[in-house]
């Protein structure tokens, strides 16, 4: 069997129960090495083999899958974050279909939650946005037309952007554009949930500055918008005068009190 992990944004504890166990069952880890924390290993069994994917490309790591497979052994693919953001796992998922060879996919603790969970905010505020927007700027992958960060900016979304730290001053420049503004609550999280994490709080016209002071140019996730900073609305869910489906609101309460007597 093969599985494909979500090993979480850093700290070993983030990674699920389900997929620690695969974890120290595994015959075989395959792990991307650049960003998954080595600790991980270490739940590993004696005789374990494992492999660095840094250093291999889809066509190794796919050989090694598949002789595996045919050993009868049991793998682990352990990606970074949640797999399924920005872990290029499609492609391998597609050779495996392609050789009829079965695998599964674990979740994981994406860094953008991380981050967020950080910087102790929410994505989510009523009146302020109710929509979070994952993406990055361009490098030497493109971002489909309509994508871009300007463009998305226009939403006043809040907004996650992965890999895009080193290039903060394009970033930047996009934002701000599309806001209208450089007056615009931004969050950098440099390794969040890792032990050197650093949170630098800032706006669109001086989170670029500060950033460099600190030497940050990777591994860092740049969240922005309104949910950082400023007035928001309390929710309805725990609003005593709002009854849902679990909870009577106070005034249902006093109305059914009123009716049994
Ligand atoms: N699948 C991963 C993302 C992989 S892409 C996930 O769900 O998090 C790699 C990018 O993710 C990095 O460039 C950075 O922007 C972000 N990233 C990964 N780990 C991070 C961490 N611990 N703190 C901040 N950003 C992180």
Redesign the pocket.
């Given at each position: 069997m093969i599985s494909f992990v979500?090993a979480g944004?850093?700290d070993v504890d983030l990674i699920t129960i389900k997929g620690r166990r695969l974890l120290e069952e595994a015959d075989v880890i395959i792990y991307a090495g650049s960003?998954v924390s080595k600790e991980h290993l270490e739940f590993s069994k004696e005789n374990c083999e494992i492999h660095n994917s840094a250093s291999m490309t889809l066509e190794e790591v796919i050989d090694v899958m598949v002789e595996s497979e045919k050993k009868g052994l049991k793998v682990v693919r352990l990606?970074?974050?949640?797999?399924?953001?920005?872990?290029a796992i499609r492609e391998q998922m597609d050779i495996l279909d392609s050789k009829g060879i079965i695998y599964e996919v674990i979740p994981?603790?994406?860094?953008?939650t991380?981050?967020c969970s950080?910087i102790k905010k929410e994505f989510t505020l009523p009146n302020v946005s109710q929509t979070v927007i994952l993406t990055?700027i361009e490098g030497r992958t493109p971002v489909p037309e309509g994508e871009d960060l300007e463009e998305l900016a226009k939403h006043k979304a809040s907004m996650a952007?992965?890999?895009?730290?080193q290039d903060i001053d394009r970033v930047v420049e996009k934002l701000a554009k599309g806001y209208g503004s450089y007056d615009f609550p931004v969050a950098v999280?440099?390794?969040?949930?890792?032990e050197d994490?650093e949170i630098v709080l800032g706006t669109l016209g001086n989170i670029a500055k500060k950033i460099k002071e600190k030497g940050i140019n990777?591994?860092?996730?740049?969240l922005v918008g309104n949910f950082i900073e400023g007035e928001y609305e309390r929710s309805k869910l725990y609003d005593p005068s709002f009854s849902h489906k679990f909870r009577l609101s106070s005034e249902d309460k006093f109305r059914q009190g009123s009716e049994a007597k």
């Open positions: 979500g944004p850093g960003l990606h970074t974050g949640d797999p399924t953001i920005y872990g994981g603790v994406s860094s953008f991380a981050a950080a990055r952007i992965f890999l895009s730290v999280v440099y390794k969040a949930s890792w994490q990777k591994m860092a996730q740049i």
